[in-house]
């Protein structure tokens, strides 16, 4: 049986955000039975690194953040996501595929953790993409993921949920124009999941 975690990513997480799959396809098309191989790879990249950077931008303004250490050994970045920000773009994130369509907003409230963490993996791709697409990109990072949300006394909480480790080789094997985002779990070395937030993903798979 596939982990808890998986099942409720799966779910969750729209289908293609960073990928953007029809328009890579439409626009490899575009360019003619005459492209080489290699020519419609790198088309293919910067298309993918061009709609990366163009999301990262966009989901600055929905709760996502990035802030990188690159003096650190490794270098590390932190993401986070702010629950209160995205919970108010709903239909921006919906439009982006970053949530299922069919996914009411009720349900997305009974199940917080488990939306929260989908869409740090979902947003994870697109920013390894952004880092590594760089010309002064680091050889490897280390990624951390936190959740920020309230504490119920007027404060706000962050909790680190997801963290690994990435490499510049590794981001220029994969084919990222039709990578799962959810194969990160797999893909990316020492992924951890925190064991709070497994606990809190567990208890939102019983309501």
Known sequence: ME?????????????????????????LQAAGPSETKGKAKATTSAAVLARSRALFEELSHYGFSTSQDRKANPPRCDVRLTQEVYL?????LRELGMINARISPMYILLHL????????????????????GSQDAPEK??????????????TEKEQIAVSFDFSKALARKINWANFPPYQ???????????????EKMAEEGKT
Request: glycine fraction near 10%; charged fraction near 15%.
């Open 3 to 27: 982990p808890f975690y998986r099942r409720r990513l799966i779910r969750y997480v729209c289908g293609g955000t960073l990928l953007a799959i029809a328009p890579l396809r439409r626009g």
């Open 88 to 92: 108010g773009h709903l239909s921006e």
């Open 113 to 132: 953790y488990s939306v929260g963490f989908s869409l740090l993996v979902d947003y994870m791709p697109i920013v390894i993409n952004v880092i590594f």
């Open 141 to 154: 990072m280390h990624f951390s993921g936190y959740l920020r949300y309230p504490s119920g006394n007027g």
């Open 184 to 198: 990160l779990i797999h893909t990316a070395p020492n992924f951890v999941i925190e064991p709070w937030l497994k």
